[in-house]
């Protein structure tokens, strides 16, 4: 009776990886503007999650494996840099957001610093600090969702 229950656990579990890797190979071969899609929930086929954005930041911030070179260069259009710290800014105003994505956030804010501020100095934007309050809008969404699980959770129990 047991080995049936853990046996139908097992293969639940290796769906959700199947499922989880697909996802993460399909958001390796998509440019900003699929991700942006992805991020905005637009594809149907693969609903938004904490694993597709932790998957799209880590992207953004991973250096690719054959050329070492990170996603966003200094020689890249205008548009591109545009169009990633606008991605960023919307993956920190998620609802499914996590405190790895924000790590994964801060990393990204670090590893374009120079980039960022050249931005923001030639284009008068805002984005460094744009990104930094979004950062802490993050972190108290996360502190609302964590209050609001625990009181699901007591009254939960309490039924």
């Known amino acids: 009776m047991f080995s049936k229950i853990l046996g ?8 959700e990886d199947q499922e989880k890797a697909q996802l993460l190979d399909k958001i ?15 594809i149907e086929s693969f609903p938004l999650n904490e694993d597709g954005l932790l998957g799209v930041m880590q992207k953004l911030v991973t250096p690719d494996a054959n ?19 606008d991605l960023v800014l919307i993956i920190a105003k998620s609802k499914k957001i996590t405190f790895k994505i924000v790590d994964e956030i801060q990393n990204f804010m670090q590893k374009y610093e ?9 284009y008068k934007e805002i ?31 309490n039924n």
Do not use: H, P, W
């Open 28 to 42: 390796s071969k998509m440019n900003l503007t699929e991700m942006k899609s992805y991020v905005n929930n637009r």
């Open 127 to 157: 984005y460094a600090s744009r990104l930094s309050d979004a950062i802490a809008l993050s972190l108290e969404n996360i502190g609302m969702m964590s209050e609001l699980k625990a009181k699901m959770d007591i009254l939960g129990e």
């Open 67 to 85: 050329t070492k070179a990170l996603y966003i260069q200094e020689s890249d259009m205008d548009s591109k840099k545009k169009k990633a710290f």
């Open 114 to 122: 120079s980039i960022i501020q050249e931005y923001d100095r030639e």
């Open 8 to 15: 139908k656990k097992q293969e639940t579990t290796s769906q």
